[in-house]
């Protein structure tokens, strides 16, 4: 079987983020034949339309990471009942210009954690209609809300809690069926 190649994005830029904790541990349950490569969002410039006929270097450099890969995994925080305004930049930048979409018939995972007990839901359903309008094929279901407590994903990226551990690995075993019916065959 060929190695697909799946984009990690995490939409927080915090150093000891909990969402990079959980990419960490989704990460180490992917398939052997499933290579992940971390896409950083946090060296872009704010989106200005006025630089889509010459891109920045960090711009240019983060859609070729994008189009590198054959999936897509999101990792989102909550802020104010959305995704992070530093992630919707990043869906900005590599959607432009017009007609040179970095996003386009991927398929993708949507996942997040937060202290909340509903934790990221509400993020991930605005994630999901934005990515929709990109021509994103988002994983329909299961959907992953994971409340977050200190100690649940140790520092090896191991879940610690059993029932959490299954529950994300529900998530892991359908999003490789769904990745492996829709990726375009890796070059």
């Known amino acids: 079987m060929s190695t697909i190649k799946i984009g990690m994005i995490v939409g927080s830029l915090r150093k000891d ?43 240019l450099a983060f859609k070729q990471r994008v189009e590198s890969v054959q999936a897509l995994l999101f990792f989102t925080p909550e802020y104010n009942r959305s995704y992070s305004g530093v992630l919707k930049n990043a869906i900005d930048w590599a959607s432009r210009p017009s007609g040179k ?31 929709s309008a990109l021509d994103v094929a988002v994983l329909p279901q299961p959907s992953i809300f ?18 959490t551990a299954k529950f994300i690995q529900g998530f892991v075993d359908r999003y490789v069926a769904w990745v492996e019916k829709l990726a375009p065959a890796a070059s």
Do not use: C
């Open 17 to 59: 983020s909990i969402n990079r904790q959980l990419a960490k541990a989704v990460a180490k349950r992917l398939p052997a034949h499933m290579q992940t490569e971390d896409i950083p969002i946090g060296e872009l410039p704010l989106y200005n339309q006025d630089l889509d006929a010459a891109m920045p270097a960090p711009v």
């Open 146 to 163: 994971v409340q977050y407590t200190e100690g649940l994903i140790d520092a090896e990226g191991r879940i610690t809690n059993e029932i």
């Open 101 to 131: 979409n970095s996003w386009a018939r991927k398929p993708a995972g949507i996942l997040g954690t937060s202290p909340s007990q509903i934790g990221t839901a509400l993020a991930q359903e605005h994630l999901r209609m934005v990515l």
